[in-house]
């Protein structure tokens, strides 16, 4: 009786777990990690994308950039050619 009481707060593992079970849980760990390492894979797919957007704003503002002087440019002949009329 004695015996009984020091072993309800021990864990163990019983004689009752067969082979399915282990091989159940071993598949389901493996298939954690699968399903983990795809998620990152995922991920660094998409930061990748999101840096060659990154790059593609920038140039993107440096045109606008340039359209904006060209235009400018372009008002200045066409207020020359309007003065020498």
Known sequence: MNN???DVGRWHLSRQIGIAMIFTLVVQGATALL?????????RQLEQRADA??????????LEAHMVQTRQSLARIENRLDNQD
Do not use: D, F, M, V
């Open 4 to 6: 009984a009481k020091t």
């Open 35 to 43: 399903w983990a390492g795809s998620a990152a894979e995922r991920i």
């Open 53 to 62: 957007g990154q790059n593609i704003a920038e140039r993107l503002a440096s």
